[in-house]
């Protein structure tokens, strides 16, 4: 385990976004935890959000639209709307590519136990795989497809749709400071959080530039599901585009058991680099999960376990010394997806990592000999998509 500051409390390290440390070093996100459990009038929120669902309730096709992945907050989120509003939603599925056999199987049942409608995108794949190169080498995070596209094509199909409000599900505030859960001020979803912290500080038009050559052209029309939508046509939408989780308190493994009871077929899947057992439901919606928390960690020294063991010690479910044993089993380990990443960008290991290591955030110095060893492979991988020099094998 890298030798990194780490907070007194939570474990999270120094290199975290975001992250400051108080005297006692004890860090800025627990601390906001603290105004979360203690300041938020709960009863307050739920009654706003009561008015809120009133106010569009029956005004046009559907009475909300709701961003959907399958995986465990866009289900929550769902079958709550559902289940305590019996609301009407349109469905939005933006497919950044990657998904996972369970996710599908979940998906098609929960869809069709829910009784909605539902609307699946998925984007040109010889334009992801460029714009996934370009992020990567540009950033040292290769999502830019997808982050973008789950927050923007949404939004144009409220547009398209008429639906003027949107919910999603956790609010940022859950994991970092961007946003704060002070009173009376609900996060919007909207373009300034799209780009503050959602599109990597790179919009569309910018990354139509840098993906368009005169040997391989791009059609500037190929960039449409990741621009975000024009805000005079928000506006004549009369959008509100807000999370779930800042009117009810959000615990996810309360939401999973919530859903779980009346859709049991959702069970969660491994996924690399936490263990099965402990986190059977922890982002299980993409393939490449694994390859991200690993960049994560080649650029400053922690990954998801970190993550999900300060959630677990701020809900009193884990000690810090359990949580410190977990880091060092699980993380920087070499994820399975990576030799399939690197067979659709067309790059070699050593490209990859010469990419990843400029983005290092300091202190944090990655030794590549220290990650050399896989680690837990779930079932699926050998199902992935795979291709070779753009033909599928
Ligand atoms: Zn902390």
């Not at 996060?187 to 993906?211: C, P, S």
């Not at 779980?260 to 439901?281: A, C, M, S």
């Not at 699980?330 to 997806?337: I, L, V």
Request: charged residues 30%.
């Amino acid at each position: 385990m890298p030798d990194l500051k780490r907070c007194s409390r939570c474990v999270l390290p120094e290199t975290y976004e975001t992250i400051e440390f108080d005297d006692n070093g004890v860090c800025n996100i627990c601390r906001q935890q603290k105004i979360k459990q203690e300041k938020v009038n709960w009863t307050a929120r739920k009654k706003q959000l009561d008015e809120l669902i009133e106010r569009y309730r029956g005004k046009h096709d559907y009475d909300c639209l709701v961003p959907f992945s399958g995986g465990k907050d866009s289900t929550y989120t769902l079958a709550y709307l559902i289940r305590e509003y019996k609301i009407k939603p349109l469905v939005v599925r933006f497919d950044h590519g990657f998904m996972r056999p369970k996710l599908e199987e979940y998906t098609a049942k929960t869809l069709r136990f829910l009784g909605v409608d539902a609307i699946r995108f998925t984007p040109n794949w010889r334009i992801v795989r460029k714009l996934m190169l370009e992020s990567l080498v540009r950033k040292g995070d290769f999502c830019w497809h997808c982050h973008t596209g789950i927050f923007s094509f949404p939004m144009h199909i409220a547009i398209k749709f008429n639906v003027p409000l949107i919910f999603w599900g956790e609010p940022s505030a859950e994991y970092t400071n961007y946003y704060d859960y002070s009173e009376d001020d609900v996060e919007m979803v909207d373009e300034k959080r799209f780009n503050r912290f959602v599109n990597l500080g790179i919009n569309a038009e910018d990354m139509f530039g840098m993906i368009n050559s005169e040997d391989d052209p791009v059609d500037p029309r190929d960039l449409i599901p990741y621009t975000y939508p024009k805000m005079k046509d928000l506006r004549k939408l009369g959008y509100h585009s807000v999370c779930l989780g800042s009117y009810i308190p959000w615990n996810v493994k309360e939401n999973v058991k919530y859903f779980q009871k009346f859709l049991p077929w959702w069970q969660g899947d491994e996924v690399e680099g936490i263990p099965f057992d402990r986190y059977p439901y922890e982002k299980i919606e993409c393939y490449m999960q694994g390859l991200r928390d690993y960049i994560k960690y080649i650029k400053r020294g922690y990954s998801r376990a970190s993550q999900m063991a300060t959630l677990d010690i701020r809900h009193g479910r884990m000690s810090r010394d359990e949580a410190l044993e977990m880091i060092k089993r699980y993380e920087g380990k070499k994820p399975h997806a990576l030799p399939i990443f690197l067979d659709y960008l067309g790059i070699t290991e050593d490209e990859f990592n010469e990419i990843c290591i400029k983005t290092a955030v300091p202190p944090y110095e990655h030794d590549f000999d220290s990650s050399s060893e896989y680690g837990n492979k779930p079932k699926d991988f050998d199902q992935c998509y795979r291709e070779k020099d753009g033909v599928p094998r």
